[in-house]
């Protein structure tokens, strides 16, 4: 999973034409707390997408930009674009993860 650490590494990423899987995600967040040890094992049985890790709170513009409000949430972006998205305030689990990126391959 890639950790960007600015907006130029975020735009960099964007720009290779690659498909995306943005996870937002904070700290401080307990349902993003939940699904982290699940995600090394979603990314492996998903290599298809490039996975990035993006802090919410560190990239509140982006966030912003994507309509991102409640996290943990995921964006799959192809081609620099939003293809499909889970975006709500409910924790997830991994099957909801995998399901969600199987039906928007």
């Known amino acids: 999973m890639i950790i960007p650490k600015n907006y130029e590494e975020i735009a960099e990423l964007l ?56 996290i943990p949430s995921f964006l799959i972006i192809e081609n620099g674009q939003e293809k499909a998205r889970l975006v709500n305030k409910l924790r997830k689990t991994k099957a909801e993860i995998n399901q969600f990126i199987s039906s928007n391959k």
Do not use: H
């Open 15 to 70: 720009e290779k034409k690659e498909k995306l899987l943005l996870f937002f995600t904070a700290d401080w967040c307990p349902d993003c707390q939940f699904i982290y040890p699940v995600m090394p094992e979603i990314e492996s049985e998903n290599q298809e997408l490039t996975f990035v890790r993006l802090d919410r709170d560190d990239f509140m513009d982006l966030a912003q930009k994507w309509n991102i409000f409640g």
